[in-house]
């Protein structure tokens, strides 16, 4: 698997409107996408960790480059203080199977 994990630190009172955003990725049946996680921080409740799995990089590469993520980044993107720091790499294990 490959994927990434981003840092964001989301604008004052934009949470709400950024989970609904999460939650609708998903639904156009992205091919190769197999999860994606959103944490709030303890220390800061508008700092988030976002972690995506893609079944290879093949399939994320593709993601990433397509209009239609670059259209809900956009969106994404209004919501945040600055850009997210992003750390894109193979998923070398996981738990459980």
Sequence with gaps: MYGTV?????????????LQISRGEPSRQTPGFVFHH???LDKDAREYILVVG?????????????PEQNAEYREFRAL?????E??????VDTYPR
């Design 38 to 40: 959103v944490y709030r």
């Design 86 to 91: 992003w750390n894109d790499g193979e998923i």
């Design 54 to 66: 893609f079944t290879d990089k093949a399939a994320y590469v593709k993601n990433a480059e397509s």
């Design 6 to 18: 981003a840092r964001l630190r989301v604008k004052p009172g934009a949470e709400e409107k950024l």
């Design 80 to 84: 945040l203080e600055a850009d997210p």
